[in-house]
């Protein structure tokens, strides 16, 4: 199924899944959409010419293979790359493969149980969507959780500390409607949420993981395609969602060429496999698929057995 239809039959699935009489719910069992939700944190920190003709090739690339992406971008990122982004805007804007959305400014943390105060938090992300809005002409509505190394442990959910739902509260007032699933619990690799346990069943909580800066850039699991590969085919024979998540630099500074070649294979054994590739903003406007999910399993229930 490609991502239009996914997005246009959503709701009348569900429809008939609810209308199945309870001796039938085990007919629910393997037909769960298997999706595939790729993206790039594009949060590069150098030079740009350092990056130069990575978001040209990125726009030929999924435009050839037709691969929708989000694009989780770093305010200084966009700041410091402002041109580049602002060329890639005019040649993406109104083509839905790709989706922008937010990375903080500076590359900080939430959920941790260390981290900056609430109010540093909220100046640095208010600071990055300003950004966004100077070059994409928009506030984006999703955050990606960037990973730290001096906040202390990642805490099992935003559920899990006063401040830590203080931070959550904060970042929805600033507008946002998506971030990765994080409360305890649930398996945030795997599980699509809402949010209602914190009072805001209006926010989705996406799957994330599988980050490149391990499997590309560190080369912790052996030859990192053939890696990545395998989890597709594991994760697609679980009935599992399958979230991969890029970085610009890796992708562009770390990987065996600076053809995107590994992000084409990826994507094209998720379809085979009979993955739907979408974005990330494509599931937040497929609301069946999260806002009836309650915060310990996911809508479309993922099979173990």
Known sequence: MNRRTFIKNAGLITAVF?????????????????????????????????????????????????????????????????????????????????????HSYSHVGLGYERGKPVDILEADYERS?????????????????????????????FDATEKSKAEFEMVVKLGTRMINSNLSGIDGSREFINYKL??????????????????????????????????????????????VMFHDWVAWQKAPDKELSHVREIAETGRKLGYTLVTHLDCYHNKQLWQKASNHMSWFPVQKD
């Open 18 to 102: 609810y209308a199945m009489p309870a001796r039938m719910a085990v007919c629910r069992k393997g037909v769960q959409e298997k999706l595939m939700l790729l993206r790039y944190d594009t949060e590069w920190w150098g030079e740009p010419a350092e990056m130069a003709g990575f978001l040209e090739k990125l726009v030929k690339v999924h435009r050839q293979d037709e691969i929708p992406v989000t694009m989780f971008c770093r305010g200084f990122t966009l700041e410091n790359m402002k041109l580049e982004f602002t060329a890639f805007h005019q040649e993406t804007a109104d083509d839905p493969l790709f989706d922008m959305q937010d």
């Open 129 to 157: 969507f300003q950004i966004h809005s100077e070059i994409f002409g928009r506030r984006p509505t999703g955050i990606a959780i960037c990973g730290t190394s001096d906040d202390g442990p990642f805490l099992p959910g």
């Open 198 to 243: 914190l009072g805001h069943p209006e926010v989705m909580g996406f799957v994330s993981g599988y980050s490149d800066t391990a499997w590309m850039y560190r080369k912790e699991y052996g030859d990192p395609v053939e890696y990545m590969l395998k989890e597709v085919r594991t994760r697609s024979e679980q009935n599992e969602h399958m979230p």
